[in-house]
């Protein structure tokens, strides 16, 4: 069974503060994908990364970096948080010609 | 660069009721997807359609597929309350790559 985990279900941070967001997988997929979901706006890629160390820009990368220095774990990070960034963040992945991604719980980020 | 444009983007209706959600897409689609998400919740796959003509269907819910169209639709028969949700539709230029998602559909069933 499929496994992607997200480190935190809710984030509450301050405004300027640097925040990471972890995603785990424990399927061996080469792909993994940060999305961002917004009311009204469905979700909007952010970041992917096609193996590790690899990774692309998305629709939404502006203020956004991320880490995939193993495998299994996709980081995104905040560099210095606005209260614009404030949303759900939700990873996925999966193998390259996959039928299906599969989604992590999400992290609510509350930025303040 | 392929867009999904899903509606209505609202939907209220009454239990026992048949509706459908349209999903029409901007190009090419190697495949198209249907996500329903609870409240909160993440991201629950309900099909993925992968040709022109597919049809799938699990309980109340169809989906199809017209590719010549660029259009797919999920119908649900004989609506009931634990179908209210909010529905995604996404679409996926290359396989094993990024989706792109419709702006979803919040269904709301009513007694």
């Known amino acids: 069974d499929v496994k992607v985990t997200q480190s935190s279900r809710y984030l509450v941070k301050r405004t300027g503060e640097k925040v990471f967001l972890e995603c785990v997988q424990d399927m061996d997929h080469e792909n993994m994908f940060w999305y961002r979901q917004d009311p009204g706006l469905g979700l909007r890629l952010i970041y992917f990364s096609y193996d590790v160390k690899m990774k692309e820009k998305g629709d939404i990368p502006e203020g956004y970096s991320v880490s995939r220095e193993k495998k299994e774990r996709f980081s995104l990070i905040l560099e210095s948080a606005s209260t614009n960034q404030t949303s759900m963040y939700l990873c996925?992945?999966?193998?390259?010609?996959?039928?299906?991604?599969?989604f992590g719980p999400g992290t609510r980020l509350t930025v303040t | 660069e392929l867009k999904v444009e899903q509606n209505p983007l609202f939907l209220s209706m009454q239990e026992g009721k048949n509706y459908t959600i349209y999903c029409n897409y901007s190009?090419?689609?190697?495949?198209l997807y249907w996500y329903r998400q609870d409240p909160g919740k993440s991201l629950e796959s309900l099909f993925v359609l992968l040709s022109n003509g597919a049809v799938k269907q699990e309980g109340r819910l169809m989906a199809s597929l017209d590719t010549k169209a660029r259009l797919s639709t999920l119908h649900i028969t004989a609506a009931v309350h634990d179908l209210s949700a909010t529905y995604f539709c996404?679409?996926?230029?290359?396989?094993?790559?990024?989706?792109?998602f419709g702006k979803g559909t919040s269904l709301l069933v009513t007694p």
């Open positions: 996925a992945s999966t193998f390259p010609g996959a039928y299906e991604q599969y």
């Open positions: 996404a679409g996926e230029e290359s396989s094993g790559y990024a989706l792109n």
């Open positions: 190009t090419t689609s190697d495949r």
